[in-house]
């Protein structure tokens, strides 16, 4: 498998500035544009747990697709794809909120609707959660749920607290709330007809020039969003069973039943079998949606074809 593993990337490229190392992407800074370059790394609770064969090029092809499909709501940061995990973005000012929408009452990290709702929290700010709900039940409504960006762990605010703390003022507030409702409401309908529950995602955004928003970093990807089989969902919720997950969840859900994540200083190691379980749910809903069949890249070194395509490219820009 390590042989056709993107694990990461360290170039050193042309007018390079700086390059940084998130969870899952390595994103090169070259003043006025960035490159984002999507790696096999799979993280889950604030770490980086394991390897997922094609996992970068399925989430930059699935972000692609809805790129196109919602670029008549919100523009979107993306210049072109020189490389299968590869996108050249424009550089803009960004909002240090991610934008949290739920159309569902899940989840079993920290931060999730269900694990504060368990925990009795009713008031989030801008609406409130009646008694009785149990996990993995459809809400009446989407509803918002903010969290932090550049904090070392995501911290739940409201919107009130958001503007309080000088995030963001009420007026952006506002054109994010309303944005992504529409992104999300958009989404549930396309999954909806590929027999898919979008079930919550987030979003993240920037301000251009004129202060104008822009949709940037990712949309409605395997990562970003949880997918359940539409088919399957009233029956297994019946039968006391959690719904097929085909997105992160996956495998959030194998360690959280054999770890405590935010205890535990070691993760026990992901079995094969459930590694290529992921990778295949996570190129069902690629081709679910767009239709695609998915075409993983076939050559046994990945870096060099990468770095050859952004070199390329860098190349032809010049």
């Known amino acids: 498998m390590s042989e056709v593993i993107v694990e990461g990337t360290n170039f050193r490229l042309?007018?390079?500035?700086?390059?940084?190392?998130?969870?899952?992407?390595?994103?090169?800074?070259?003043?006025d544009r960035l490159m984002m370059v999507a790696s096999d790394r799979y993280s889950a609770f604030d770490r980086n747990l394991a390897l997922v064969p094609h996992k970068g090029q399925l989430l930059t092809q699935t972000s692609r697709w809805w790129f196109e499909q919602t670029a008549s709501i919100v523009p979107n940061h993306i210049i072109h794809y020189p490389d299968?995990?590869?996108?050249?973005?424009?550089?803009?000012?960004?909002?240090?909120?991610?934008?949290?929408?739920?159309?569902y009452i899940t989840g079993v990290t920290n931060t999730s609707l269900w694990h504060t709702y368990s925990e009795g929290q009713r008031d989030y700010g801008e609406f409130k959660l009646p008694d009785g709900l149990k996990k993995n039940d459809k809400l009446p409504a989407p509803v918002?749920?903010?969290?932090?960006?550049?904090?070392?762990?995501?911290?739940?605010?409201?919107?009130?607290?958001?503007?309080?703390?000088?995030?963001?003022?009420?007026?952006?507030?506002?054109?994010?709330?309303?944005?992504?409702?529409?992104?999300?409401?958009?989404?549930?309908?396309?999954?909806?007809?590929?027999?898919?529950?979008?079930?919550?995602t987030k979003y993240e955004f920037g301000l251009d020039a004129n202060g104008e928003i822009v949709l940037i970093d990712e949309i409605h990807t395997q990562d970003s969003s949880r997918y359940?089989?539409?088919?399957?969902?009233?029956?297994?919720i019946a039968a006391g069973q959690e719904p097929e997950n085909y997105d992160k969840e996956y495998m959030r859900l194998w360690y959280k039943e054999r770890f405590d994540p935010y205890a535990d200083t070691e993760a026990p190691e992901v079995p094969e079998e459930v590694i290529a379980e992921l990778a295949r749910r996570y190129t069902y809903v690629y081709e679910q949606l767009t239709g695609n069949t998915f075409k993983p890249s076939e050559d046994r070194k990945p870096l060099q074809r990468i770095e050859l395509n952004i070199r390329k490219a860098l190349q032809e820009a010049a």
Not at 157 to 186: C, H, N, Y
Request: aromatic share 10%.
């Open 14 to 31: 042309p007018n390079q500035q700086a390059v940084y190392h998130g969870k899952v992407r390595d994103v090169y800074d070259f003043g």
């Open 144 to 200: 918002l749920t903010p969290t932090t960006k550049f904090e070392k762990h995501d911290r739940n605010l409201t919107p009130a607290e958001a503007v309080a703390e000088g995030l963001l003022s009420m007026a952006i507030w506002e054109q994010l709330r309303d944005t992504a409702l529409k992104l999300f409401t958009f989404g549930q309908e396309v999954a909806a007809k590929k027999g898919l529950l979008l079930v919550d």
């Open 228 to 236: 359940w089989l539409a088919e399957t969902y009233e029956e297994r």
């Open 84 to 103: 299968p995990n590869v996108a050249f973005c424009k550089k803009f000012e960004v909002i240090p909120i991610e934008m949290v929408v739920r159309g």
